[in-house]
């Protein structure tokens, strides 16, 4: 059902859903794997799709940390809604990532420990994806920013925003996608 839901909604727009098919479970771990789950307080979620990488972030994260879903699709951000109705601490909003500060502003949050990235920069509009890029430096200060990508076309796009980048290949999802793990400067996350 999550693969026909998902199929569906990438032929109405491949630009703004990016894959044919959900992110594997390698990949989902993978991007959460450098995640500090006990001293996070506020992990944010661009593009959770249908909730692949959410997953994940719900098994491992403490039950106080908030967990903020900016989804763009109406129909996975409903059907995120109604997954994560009772859980107090998952804040679901139907917006784009572009607006990732306002959000924040709106919901009297000061710091975002870490922003998870399933969003398609390869083929969003230039523009959108500097303001999207611009939007989670500005909120990240001492953060991590954790992205995924079909290839490395756009790391030194993603670069320009975040100096300090790693990258690890996943080959076990379809297709094959790269990590990658995004700091400013030489500052750790903690």
């Known amino acids: 059902m999550q693969f026909i839901t ?3 909604e990438f032929i109405k727009n491949p630009k703004n859903i990016g894959a ?3 992110s594997s479970r390698k990949l989902a771990k993978k991007m959460v794997e450098t995640i500090c789950f006990e001293k996070a307080q506020c992990i944010v979620e661009l593009g959770p799709g249908t909730g692949s990488f ?3 972030l719900m098994k491992r994260k403490e039950k106080t940390t908030k967990l903020i879903l900016i989804e763009y699709n109406e129909i996975f951000c409903e059907r995120l809604r109604q997954q994560f109705e009772h859980e107090p601490s998952v804040i679901v909003i139907h917006g784009s990532a572009e607006d990732l500060c306002m959000y924040m502003a709106a919901l009297n949050i000061e710091k975002i420990d870490y922003v998870v990235s399933g969003l398609p920069f390869t083929s ?3 523009a ?3 303001r999207i890029l611009h939007n989670v430096k500005d909120c990240l200060e001492d ?3 954790i992205t995924f990508q079909y290839s490395l076309v756009r790391k030194s796009y993603i670069q320009q925003f975040f ?3 790693s990258h690890e290949k996943v080959w076990v999802n379809l297709p094959p996608a790269y990590v990658l793990s995004c700091k400013l400067g030489n500052k750790r996350a903690s």
């Open 6 to 8: 998902f199929l569906t």
């Open 128 to 130: 959108v994806s500097s």
């Open 163 to 165: 100096e300090n980048i």
């Open 20 to 22: 044919i098919s959900p």
């Open 124 to 126: 969003l509009n230039p």
């Open 54 to 56: 959410t997953k994940e």
């Open 143 to 145: 953060g991590e920013f």
